[in-house]
């Protein structure tokens, strides 16, 4: 007899548990560590931190890198049949929420400035120099966080009779409303629609511009915003998740343990490997990203050559 009341046959075995969180985990934290790089890398000089474009790429990185760690910890819980409250569990799949809504906008605001620079060069420095790109950027946060609080007041808190989750924290449970759901279905469509509108609007006017005057920077430039398009793509696609999971529930007469399964086939395929996909497509492209991240990496490397286990520099003088 079950002691703890779980049915064996809908929950994973130890093994299968262990070989999953495995391969889920050990690419997460790859990807982490790579983000963790190229946001130290962009903070290291102050061309990074004056530029416009390289402002608003530590922008996606640091939103990138936070929905991952969280998504990442709420899988770790949830592999370790670790309960939460209601309340700490909503906490934590809206902030995940916030910054996945945070990345396309910051899509847009990259191609926007490829625009700028482009078709009015001489306004670039007005219009996004200074302290302007932060008050972008902090206005992105604060409409994001302000649909958070709407999001918040439509959780029926009033209407629990429980705190403690009886299962695995996820925001599957969460949208418990219909009122939240149609609610959310709507803000993801208007995000994308409005974000896919802007970024081709934007590359129609820089092929125009290319197509005038073959520059160099216009045709980079175009060729970037096909970039931030394939991005655009990769970071809406964790908007998908939630509703392909409940509509692989709806559609399809699964058991829990084929359910579960298959939604972590979709964490893998839709939040984690869109997410890593950032550095590639930034920080390996961008020559100089990719030379200071590689001066970085061999200076330290040399370093590590130059002294030895105790601490002790290796001189002449013992």
Not at 75 to 102: G, K, M, Q, R, W
């Amino acid at each position: 007899m079950n002691s703890s009341g779980l049915d064996p046959g809908q929950y994973m075995s130890s093994m299968e548990r262990g070989m999953i969180a495995t391969l889920i985990l050990f690419p997460g934290v790859v990807f982490l560590f790579a983000n963790g790089l190229l946001l130290w890398t962009l903070r290291s000089k102050a061309v990074f931190r004056e530029t416009p474009r390289y402002c608003l790429l530590f922008n996606l990185l640091l939103a990138d890198t936070q929905h991952m760690f969280l998504s990442q910890l709420l899988y770790l819980l949830a592999a370790t049949y670790t309960s939460l409250h209601f309340p700490v569990c909503a906490l934590l799949t809206l902030i995940i929420d916030l910054s996945n809504e945070v990345s396309p906008l910051t899509v847009v605001l990259l191609s926007l400035e490829r625009y700028v620079a482009v078709c009015l060069p001489l306004r670039h420095a007005t219009l996004l120099g200074g302290r302007r790109t932060a008050m972008v950027v902090l206005l992105v946060w604060a409409l994001c966080v302000l649909n958070l609080v709407v999001r918040v007041g439509l959780l029926p808190f009033h209407k629990l009779d429980y705190l403690m989750m009886k299962d695995y924290c996820s925001s599957l449970f969460i949208r418990t409303t219909p009122i939240s759901r149609a609610y959310d279905e709507a803000y993801i469509s208007f995000l994308f629609v409005f974000s896919a509108v802007a970024i081709l609007w934007s590359y129609v006017m820089v092929m125009m511009a290319a197509h005038r005057c073959a520059t160099e920077n216009s045709v980079k430039a175009r060729n970037t915003l096909l970039l931030h398009l394939l991005q655009l793509v990769l970071s809406l696609s964790a908007t998908i998740y939630l509703p392909l999971v409940i509509a692989v529930g709806r559609t399809m007469a699964l058991t829990r343990l084929t359910f579960v399964r298959v939604q972590n086939a979709l964490y893998v395929l839709i939040m984690i490997l869109p997410r890593g996909l950032s550095v590639l497509i930034y920080g390996i492209k961008d020559q100089t990203i990719r030379s200071t991240v590689l001066r970085t990496i061999l200076c330290r490397t040399r370093r590590l050559k130059l002294w030895p286990a105790g601490g002790v520099e290796r001189s002449g003088v013992p």
